[in-house]
């Protein structure tokens, strides 16, 4: 006789129930609050809702070997052999983070494959990796945000087992996993969640697709259980919550917040720091803001306001949301008070926008922030990185703002080394209808920002992913490699200085002059001697009086200190 498996499911408004586990067919029982349950032959299995008889995949799979329209596995997860015992966790705080996208990280694209370059993260003074999306979603490759199976790990990376082994990786070296989780929508194709029940909203939608239902309590639970899955059965150590302005939730008390006290009980449980990082469009610290003081009480947040202003300051691109970016003044209030947009006016949305942070009272590590991140890589026309219009040493004044500067660093990959490969949005839909209906929105998005959509790759197209994959051969280049010294040095400095990782705003002076475009970044620590960043962003060469007088790195060979530090246009130097 096969080994028994006990299946349950949430499936409120159904009449009837029944698992199909290999060629066996249950019927289930119905218990309290809408759960059926039964017992069946362990291996693939799924679920005939009523008197369909198709057979659904399970909404909380742990496995799905044959895509996401097929049947879901039953999966062991205890039978992982866990060498982490020894693991107390790393926080955000003074960290840096790592974004990597496992398709096109490595050439093979598994997580087998991505655990081999861990030490290479390590050297550039990186503390955590950050997986965007793994769950399962419909085709062979895919950004990520088009999953369905939220508790299941693409077959394609090397499903659960793969998983495992790489948390296991990560931690023997030293770094600490963030997992990026989307819980404001699911993807177009496999979501069979609605026949089960009201797990999608009827009222609005984003332009993603039709808002999760947060009104229903057990809808609730399963992302509540999801942000468990990955801390206590997946080992990791954070969840980047994807775009989380997209969760609607009129409750008093909001799924973020219940996040926060959930993660927080778990974390006491198991005795290692588990953190929440919001994405967010809002501009608004209460997200990050404790619990005790009115907020959700979320570990970080993301700050684009920071991209755009060193984005803005080094190519000086000002179409669409760049617009409101243009002086330096914006990249040093951004540097001074988390946030530009504060509560001042945004063209781009034609509207005020943002709140202040509280810089007596909040932190600056609370502020995860990037020169480069897969969404202002990938959503742009071509999905083209500023290494095509910046040369080696404004990358490394970017890099310098990002290692120097009061927020958490957060790398994409490739960055470090001057990747010349774009990040391009690709898709792999199998059918032709959503196929063309993803391509046609991706142009009409980039009409607002103003691109010409001739150049915008088919993200149908295999090449566009395969354009998208790393070349690592280039770290052997000379240009490459030049870049990823600096890369290395900066961390180096971040490690040993401690202003550079002074959580204080107040501890922070910010000077930017408009006429010659320079910008002075001075940074203290307690009884710690001062560091000052000094970068010039104008067209001619400057000269500037600083204080500091041992030159601990320069962007650019040709910056000089004597009486004065005398910088090239597009040079940055720190000084100590």
Known sequence: MSELHEYRVWAPTAARMRVVAGDETVEMSQGEGGWWHALASAGDYGFQIDDDDAVRPDPRSLRQPNGVHERSRAWDASAHGWQDAGW?????????????????????????????????????GVTH?????????????????????WFAVHEGYG????????????????????????????????????????????????????????????????????????????????LRLDAVHALVDQSDLHILEEMAIETAALSAHLGRPLELIAESDLNDPKLITPREAGGYGL??????????????????????YYADFEPIAALAKALERGFFHDGTYSSFRGRDHGHPIDTERSLSWRLVVSAQNHDQIGNRARGDRTTEVLDESQLLCAALLLYGGPFTPMLFQGEEWAASTPFQFFTSHPEPELGKATAEGRLEEFEQMGWDPAVVPDPQDPQTFERSKLDWAELQGEGHARVLEGYRQLAALRAELEALTDPHYARNLVEADEQTRVLRLTRRAGMADAVEIVLNLGTEPQTVPVSRRDLRFQTHPDVTLADALTLPPGAGALLA
């Open 88 to 124: 107390t966790g790393r926080p955000i705080a003074g960290g840096v983070l790592y974004e990597l996208h496992l398709g096109t990280f490595t050439s093979e694209g598994t997580l087998d494959a991505a655990a081999e370059r861990l030490d290479h993260l390590r050297s550039i």
């Open 129 to 149: 990796v950050e997986l965007l999306p793994v769950n399962g979603f419909n085709g062979t490759h895919n950004w990520g945000y088009d999953g369905v199976a």
């Open 159 to 238: 499903g659960p087992d793969a998983y495992q082994r790489f948390v296991d990786a990560a931690h023997a070296a030293g770094l600490a996993v963030v997992q990026d989780v989307v819980y404001n929508h699911l993807g177009p194709s496999g979501n069979y969640l609605p026949l089960y029940g009201p797990y999608l909203s009827s009222e609005g939608r984003s332009t993603w697709g039709d808002h999760v239902n947060l009104a229903e309590p057990a809808v609730r639970r399963y992302i509540l259980d999801n942000v468990r899955y990955w801390f206590e059965t997946m080992h990791v150590d954070a």
């Open 299 to 320: 570990d970080g947040q993301w700050s684009d306001d920071f991209h755009h202003g060193v984005h803005v300051a080094l190519t000086r691109e000002t179409e669409g």
